[in-house]
């Protein structure tokens, strides 16, 4: 299954990357590690754009502006485009391609299934997905919707939009709220699960076939602190793993099959319950996380290094190291850990280089830096960190996360703790307070 290539194959190509997010510096890296020349564009200032100030080259332009891009991917002789781990720029990346001739991740249908929620919802239903029972707006507004419901934006990005209403007056506050956020305007309300585990999966497909990365449970934060729709921590493999492989596994590789993916990377989330997972929101792109870079450095499967040679060369057989059983991850526990803060502006943040300096730590994500402002919107707006770590001993759980937080220090510009929804493993469950 692993393939060799020629060490300088890819030396010099030019690669555009869409969207220059601190999770893009690991495919600019590994661009860079295959000899490959990157350019990221944005509309940010390059200080303001991690990957941007580690590229070769950065372009300040928009990711929808569409014709400006090619026509600068013509002028500066571009061989390959790519997005990897950023909802904005799913459909202008497949246009690019389409438009330039190059190599691309999904058809422009597949990106409308994968990227439109209600899209997905009625695709999947008709091809052997459980999916979150849903109503309309005026099944909602006129008391027919079994509340409480979830409202969010039919076509948006990091959580922003969302609200869990009780009543039809909250719902139709929510629902103008959420066409705000919503690319295309729409709404989508389903049934709120919360009884229920949520859960994430994503699998890189090589040449049409699915690989399984990850499979986890994700934990979201309290109604206290206004963050429980915002994941602030995921365990892979979930619990529930061999479940998952008996009763759904197969219906997603059967989903994919009927859409006829035949490389790249797709997430999709949803709630677990005995196996059986009732989805709600998909994506044809890696998360939006450094799992990745931990899968690579536990496995040897490199995700970022195969979509960077696919970009450049249209090769769907691409691949870096054996992605066959990597959700299994050994044996081990993989864990994504987000640090949510406070309203207010961080004067401090402290403990970092001990925390990195644990061979259990693999990745840190600095998504907020000190003097940044902090403004309380109950989404990734409030994640000041995120860490990826890698416990061989799923025992070690109860241990890292007491570690984490208590190394961890984020203070105001007044020395006050600022960090909230911390995590904790008691008992046998995860706890977040």
Same mark, same amino acid.
């Given at each position: 299954?692993?393939?060799?290539?020629?060490p300088d194959e890819l030396?010099g190509?030019?690669l555009?990357?869409l969207a220059?997010?601190d999770p893009?510096?690991?495919v600019?890296?590994?661009?860079?590690e295959?000899?490959?020349?990157?350019?990221?564009?944005?509309?940010l200032?390059?200080e303001e754009?991690?990957?941007?100030?580690?590229?070769d080259?950065?372009?300040l332009?928009?990711v929808?502006?569409v014709?400006?891009?090619?026509d600068r991917?013509r002028?500066?002789g571009v061989?390959?485009?790519?997005n990897f781990?950023?909802?904005?720029p799913?459909?202008?990346?497949?246009?690019?391609?389409e438009?330039l001739?190059?190599?691309?991740?999904?058809t422009a249908?597949q990106? +409308?299934?994968l990227s439109?929620k209600?899209?997905f919802r009625?695709?999947?239903k008709?091809?052997?997905?459980?999916?979150v029972?849903?109503?309309?707006v005026e099944e909602?507004?006129?008391g027919e919707a079994?509340y409480?419901?979830?409202?969010?934006?039919s076509?948006?990005?990091?959580?922003?939009?969302?609200?869990?209403c009780?009543?039809?007056?909250?719902?139709?506050?929510?629902? +103008?709220a959420a066409?705000?956020f919503s690319?295309?305007?729409?709404v989508?309300i389903e049934?709120?699960?919360?009884a229920?585990?949520?859960?994430?999966?994503?699998?890189?497909?090589?040449?049409?076939?699915?690989y399984l990365?990850?499979?986890?449970?994700?934990?979201?934060?309290?109604?206290e602190?206004?963050?429980d729709r915002?994941?602030?921590m995921n365990?892979?493999?979930?619990?529930q793993?061999?479940?998952?492989?008996?009763?759904?596994?197969?219906?997603v590789?059967s989903?994919l099959?009927?859409?006829?993916?035949r490389?790249g990377?797709?997430?999709?989330?949803?709630? $677990?319950?005995?196996?059986?997972v009732?989805y709600?929101d998909?994506g044809?792109?890696?998360?939006g996380s450094d799992?990745?870079?931990m899968?690579?450095?536990?496995?040897?499967?490199d995700?970022?290094?195969?979509?960077?040679r696919?970009?450049?060369?249209?090769?769907?057989t691409?691949?870096?190291?054996d992605p066959?059983d990597a959700?299994?991850?050994?044996?081990?526990k993989?864990v994504i850990?987000?640090i949510?803060?406070?309203p207010?502006?961080?004067?401090? $943040?402290e403990g970092?280089?001990?925390?990195?300096?644990d061979?259990?730590?693999h990745?840190?994500?600095?998504?907020?830096?000190?003097g940044?402002?902090?403004?309380?919107t109950?989404?990734?707006?409030?994640?000041?960190?995120?860490?990826i770590?890698?416990?061989?001993?799923k025992?070690d759980l109860a241990?890292?996360?007491q570690?984490?937080?208590?190394t961890?220090?984020i203070?105001?510009?007044?020395?006050?703790d600022?960090? $909230?929804?911390?995590a904790?493993?008691?008992?046998g469950? $995860?706890?977040i307070?």
């Amino acid at each position: 299954m692993p393939s060799t290539y020629p060490p300088d194959e890819l030396k010099g190509k030019k690669l555009l990357l869409l969207a220059g997010a601190d999770p893009h510096r690991k495919v600019v890296d590994a661009a860079h590690e295959l000899g490959v020349y990157v350019i990221v564009a944005d509309y940010l200032p390059d200080e303001e754009s991690p990957a941007k100030l580690i590229a070769d080259e950065s372009w300040l332009v928009n990711v929808f502006d569409v014709d400006e891009l090619v026509d600068r991917c013509r002028e500066a002789g571009v061989e390959g485009v790519l997005n990897f781990c950023s909802d904005a720029p799913q459909v202008p990346y497949q246009k690019i391609c389409e438009k330039l001739g190059f190599p691309c991740f999904g058809t422009a249908e597949q990106f +409308a299934v994968l990227s439109e929620k209600r899209s997905f919802r009625a695709y999947a239903k008709e091809h052997g997905l459980l999916i979150v029972p849903s109503y309309t707006v005026e099944e909602a507004l006129e008391g027919e919707a079994d509340y409480p419901v979830f409202v969010k934006p039919s076509c948006g990005r990091g959580s922003r939009g969302q609200a869990i209403c009780q009543t039809t007056a909250e719902a139709q506050e929510a629902i +103008a709220a959420a066409r705000e956020f919503s690319l295309d305007g729409e709404v989508v309300i389903e049934k709120y699960m919360g009884a229920y585990q949520d859960f994430g999966s994503s699998y890189f497909i090589i040449d049409s076939v699915p690989y399984l990365m990850k499979v986890g449970d994700r934990f979201l934060g309290t109604k206290e602190e206004g963050m429980d729709r915002q994941q602030v921590m995921n365990v892979s493999p979930t619990d529930q793993i061999e479940r998952y492989l008996e009763k759904t596994d197969p219906r997603v590789r059967s989903f994919l099959s009927d859409l006829g993916i035949r490389f790249g990377a797709l997430f999709l989330q949803g709630f $677990i319950d005995g196996g059986d997972v009732y989805y709600y929101d998909p994506g044809l792109r890696m998360p939006g996380s450094d799992f990745d870079v931990m899968i690579r450095n536990v496995t040897g499967f490199d995700s970022m290094k195969s979509a960077v040679r696919f970009a450049l060369t249209g090769d769907e057989t691409s691949c870096f190291g054996d992605p066959r059983d990597a959700f299994r991850l050994k044996g081990g526990k993989g864990v994504i850990l987000a640090i949510d803060v406070r309203p207010g502006t961080i004067g401090a $943040i402290e403990g970092l280089d001990v925390l990195m300096a644990d061979p259990r730590s693999h990745c840190l994500s600095e998504r907020h830096r000190v003097g940044d402002v902090i403004q309380k919107t109950g989404d990734v707006g409030q994640r000041a960190l995120e860490i990826i770590a890698y416990l061989p001993n799923k025992d070690d759980l109860a241990d890292y996360l007491q570690f984490a937080f208590d190394t961890i220090r984020i203070l105001d510009v007044e020395g006050e703790d600022m960090v $909230i929804c911390r995590a904790s493993y008691e008992n046998g469950s $995860i706890q977040i307070r």
